[in-house]
């Protein structure tokens, strides 16, 4: 009965010496007061994390990145689930089409498509057709934070909503068609069709449930979309910007030459965002436990 356990033990190991045995490292550093220019491990308990109850740059950077990771997850979800419906009820030579399409996002990466949509590289061509082009005299403010928020959750569900396209098609292709045919002998429209079996199979699908975990996850981690457009709003060197998420503002921090921020702290900042995270995480999967089991 042993023999079995004793073949985990590899796995384990390596489970520890690269994800769990960093962490384990990272909270004792951030127990010290190490930096660059004092290389030192001198503990001082939990003063890093003290400091950061009452530091108001960090704590907006904990709401910036809330608002932004439910945001972007929530557009992604229904983004996949809109391009997977559009896939589903397509024919087999439009479907095919619109499946290479889709899927392109995935392999380009982050920081260049929060490049592609900043201002520079399609508003200012936008704001000239809308505004001279074709005489409307209106255009689109890219400095104020409805706008540019709104454009960082649309470019980072540009990126993964054909995630949840992907996951949605096969729960789709999974529902039985004895439903759908049930469904067409008592009559039901396109619409009662999608809200009785479609959707309610499609959210409660363990599948999604995971893909919704492990976006979540990822989503925390957010740095690339949100960085390039702090310098667009010229903003990159400033600390506590409107769209600095903690993963943004650590970088600002470790990689400023104004102040020496102490690594130690930076490093409570990235414990204090992995316990959030997996925070979250737990809540989420607290509510489809049901669905998992």
Not at 165 to 179: F, G, Q, R
Not at 275 to 282: D, F, N, V
């Amino acid at each position: 009965m042993k023999t079995p356990y004793g073949f985990l033990i590899p796995t384990l190991f390596l489970i520890f010496l690269v994800g769990i045995g960093p962490v384990l490292q990272s909270f004792l550093l951030s127990l010290s007061e190490f930096s660059l220019l004092n290389p030192s491990m001198s503990p001082v308990g939990f003063h890093n994390y003290i400091a950061l109850l009452t530091d108001s740059i960090f704590w907006n950077a904990i709401q910036v990145t809330l608002f932004l990771v439910i945001g972007s997850v929530l557009l992604e979800l229904i983004v996949g689930i809109f391009l997977a419906l559009l896939i589903t009820n397509s024919g087999s030579r439009s479907r095919r089409v619109f499946s290479s399409i889709f899927v392109i996002p995935i392999a380009i990466a982050p920081i260049v498509t929060g490049i592609l949509w900043s201002p520079n590289s399609v508003f200012d061509d936008l704001n000239t057709l809308l505004y001279y082009g074709l005489s409307l005299g209106a255009y689109i403010d890219t400095s104020i934070p409805s706008t540019y928020y709104s454009l960082i959750m649309i470019s980072d569900a540009y990126i993964w909503a054909p995630l949840f396209m992907l996951v949605t098609v096969a729960i789709i292709h999974s529902i039985p068609k004895e439903l759908y045919e049930a469904a067409d002998v008592m009559g039901a429209s396109a619409w009662t069709k999608f809200q009785k079996i479609t959707f309610p199979a499609i959210i409660s699908s363990p599948i999604i449930v995971v893909t919704l975990l492990l976006r979540t996850a990822d989503a925390f981690r957010m740095f690339e979309v949100p960085y390039a457009w702090s310098f667009w709003l010229g903003q990159d060197s400033i600390l506590g910007s409107p769209v600095d998420t903690v993963s943004v503002l650590m970088w600002k921090m470790f990689s400023s030459t104004l102040y020496d921020f102490p690594i130690a702290q930076i490093t409570a900042m990235a414990i204090v965002l992995l316990i959030i995270t997996l925070a979250t995480c737990s809540l989420v999967l607290r509510r489809y436990s049901n669905v998992l089991e």
